[in-house]
């Protein structure tokens, strides 16, 4: 199978280029929370919703690669599933950039199997990205948000710091590397910060990473689609 290729806009301080990022490997991560009570409550965020909690923390999961995209719009097969913010890790050619994403997740089947509930959805990335060398001292700092759709309403999903999950290096010196799977090409979902108002199933995800240092952001969002189904 021919693996993705995602156009995406490489963002520095003095210039934007074009960058063409091959997916040979597409990893998430989980339970990354630095404040074991605020990961806690993560925990039992979703074990309200029926979903179990981890056997160790933090987990690594790798998925298929055409999961990965870059598309405004995304199909599912099911009501119950929700987007979640995360920062993204990209490898490629000895160089790492950061991004930031959505890990879609359907949460019914989560209930029975967090990797098969991951594996049913896309993975979206926004279109751009920026080094990491710009970032890393300021790390603590970026903010990631996202906004939903409750009923009619607009409503804002979550917002923390970087600081409050595990940084880049930590998550990547984290992956087991006796696997035998590619480092070059590999896309990282970071994990994610807690919800502000418990999980909510919409037809609509918006997701942002903002640089207060840098003043600089990168903004994106994409329609959720429930495929009917005749069985």
Not at 199 to 205: K, T, V, Y
Request: glycine content about 8%; overall charge negative.
């Amino acid at each position: 199978m021919n693996k993705p290729e995602l156009n995406l806009t490489l963002q520095t301080t003095s210039a934007t280029e074009q960058l063409t990022f091959t997916v040979n490997r597409l990893v998430c991560a989980g339970w990354v929370g630095k404040d074991r009570a605020a990961l806690q409550a993560h925990i039992e965020e979703l074990a309200h919703h029926g979903i179990p909690g981890p056997g160790r923390t933090p987990i690594y999961m790798n998925y298929s690669a055409y999961l990965a995209t870059t598309e405004p719009f995304i199909d599912v097969v099911g009501p119950d599933s929700s987007g979640e913010v995360e920062y993204v890790i990209l490898k490629q050619d000895k160089k790492t950039y950061i991004g930031v994403g959505s890990d879609h997740t359907d949460r019914e089947m989560e209930k029975h199997s967090i990797p098969g509930s991951k594996q049913m959805c896309a993975k979206v990335l926004a279109p751009v990205i920026w080094p990491y060398e710009e970032v890393q001292d300021h790390w603590d700092q970026i903010i990631i948000r996202s906004w939903t759709r409750r009923e009619t309403d607009r409503v804002l999903y979550q917002e923390d710091t970087l600081g409050t999950i595990l940084d880049a290096e930590s998550i990547l010196n984290g992956l087991p590397a006796d696997d035998g799977l590619p480092i070059d090409g590999m896309l990282v979902f970071s994990g994610t910060v807690s919800t502000k108002i418990g999980l909510i199933f919409s037809d609509r995800f918006d997701f942002e990473m903002q640089d207060p240092v840098l003043k600089r952001s990168i903004q994106y969002g994409y329609d959720i689609r429930v495929l009917p189904q005749y069985l």
